[in-house]
């Protein structure tokens, strides 16, 4: 679907066509053999412009380090061949035995041009290479200098564009430029093979499409109908957002922006894959709310999302409850058997504790060993039997840790909520009861009820 096409940049420029039907005219006009547009970049250097007949790439860019003659007048000079630049005559197909030199008058400086005019040796009976007097005349003279200055100007335009073109699908940035007038764009390699289109120029209302069937493909489709609503309203508007693509598991950083480009209207795409950042940056996030033992969720993530839910509204005769979780003799398990095994012991208790829990549930590291879940609204006894199942996956069997085995028990305090109770207070509440199932033998629940 890619294509490597540029921008098109014509091969016969307006200033080009002229000079060539210009330089024709004076091969044919004077019997040259070679007519040569030459610009004269500084006063040892200088670089053939164009030819008639066309050069050979290998002349055609050759940069000459060339002094012409002091004793040169303005308009035309018989040039000794021995003058000219001996890489650029050992590279011609003829030896030249002639040479013309055509510098135009200038009223400054010295005229950054010249015409340089070549034949070889002349046959018997043949007419010499002479000169049109015609281009003595003021009128085309000025028109050479400003057919050549010109074509320069289009050959620097035309470098310039091409180093922007490579500059721009060099990138590893998938860009689009906009147009608003005419509706066109500009596709970089990257945006191309990312978007499915041809890169170089493309209409604006393809591209339009193409975008419209990438966001289609993103995971958070609906979510970005809101900004490119946005940017129908408010041509102005600058934007930034993610496009989470389902098919290449890729996240891509998409910023649009209007370009401060005088009287136009344009508009640069820039896509970024992002994908490594944003799941470093996930998990950051993860790392930061887990505990890193139990990869249960830490005290501060705990308290942040039940906050979140805690004031919603319960049904009759229910209500949330807390369930607070310690494991029994912890102490002894570490001293008896080390501190590696009390992390085993944490491990595996806090799987055990999870694995019976619902989504809604939400369960904690509290800190040491101690555990706490919350349960969403429900009814006293419902939440006695939850505790209960808690209880019993932690003492049914032991904990292995390496070749120990490891019997372990949890006590639990358990409170539902009172009316508008705070979170503060009912967890206060359920550790009041830990204490009590503590004191009243362990490996039990106490709640309210007590």
Not at 164 to 172: H, M, Q, R, T, V
Not at 186 to 200: C, D, E, H, I
Request: charged share 20%; aromatic share 6%.
């Amino acid at each position: 679907m890619t294509s490597d096409a540029p921008w098109p940049v014509h091969a016969a420029a307006p200033a080009q066509a002229a000079l060539e039907t210009f330089l024709k005219w004076l091969h044919h006009a004077g019997k040259f053999d070679l007519v040569l547009a030459v610009h004269r970049k500084t006063e040892t250097k200088a670089a053939v412009l164009h030819g008639a007949p066309p050069l050979p790439p290998a002349l055609a860019n050759l940069s000459w380090r060339w002094t012409l003659p002091d004793d040169l007048r303005r308009g035309w000079s018989a040039l000794e061949t021995r003058n000219l630049p001996s890489a650029f005559a050992a590279g011609l197909p003829f030896r030249p035995a002639q040479a013309w030199c055509f510098i135009p008058a200038s009223a400054g400086d010295s005229t950054p041009v010249a015409l340089l005019c070549l034949s070889a040796t002349s046959s018997p009976g043949t007419t010499a290479s002479v000169p049109p007097n015609a281009l003595d005349e003021p009128s085309f003279c000025q028109l050479f200098v400003h057919l050549a200055l010109a074509y320069q100007a289009e050959k620097e335009q035309a470098l310039c564009q091409r180093q922007f073109i490579d500059a721009f699908n060099g990138l590893a940035l998938a860009i689009v430029l906009v147009n608003h007038t005419p509706a066109t764009a500009q596709v970089n390699r990257q945006a191309a093979a990312l978007l499915g289109t041809r890169s170089g120029k493309v209409h604006a209302h393809q591209l339009a499409q193409a975008m419209a069937r990438l966001r289609a493909q993103c995971l958070n489709s609906a979510e970005l109908e809101a900004p490119y609503r946005q940017l129908q309203s408010n041509p102005d508007a600058e934007i930034h957002c993610l496009w989470k693509l389902a098919s290449h598991n890729q996240v891509l950083r998409v910023v649009t922006r209007r370009l401060p480009i005088a009287h136009q209207h344009t508009r640069i795409w820039i896509f970024e894959d992002a994908t490594a950042q944003v799941r470093l940056e996930e998990t950051l996030r993860r790392e930061a709310s887990l505990d890193p033992l139990t990869q249960l969720l830490n005290r501060r993530s705990w308290f942040r999302q039940v906050r979140a839910i805690y004031d919603a509204p319960s049904p009759e005769r229910q209500a949330p409850a807390v369930l607070l979780l310690d494991l029994d003799h912890f102490k002894n398990i570490n001293d008896q058997y080390g501190h590696g095994a009390g992390d085993d012991v944490l491990r595996t208790v806090a799987h055990r504790i999870a694995e019976p829990l619902r989504s809604g549930d939400l369960l904690g590291r509290y800190g040491g060993e101690e555990f706490i879940v919350f349960l969403p609204p429900m009814a006293v006894e419902q939440a006695v039997q939850v505790a209960e199942r808690l209880r019993a996956a932690v003492a049914d069997a032991p904990v292995r840790s390496g070749h120990l085995r490891i019997s372990c028990t949890v006590s639990i305090g358990m409170a539902l909520r009172i009316g508008q109770e705070s979170l503060r207070s009912l967890i206060r509440r359920a550790d009041s009861n830990l204490y009590h199932a503590k004191h009243a033998g362990r490996n039990q629940v106490s709640h309210n009820g007590h």
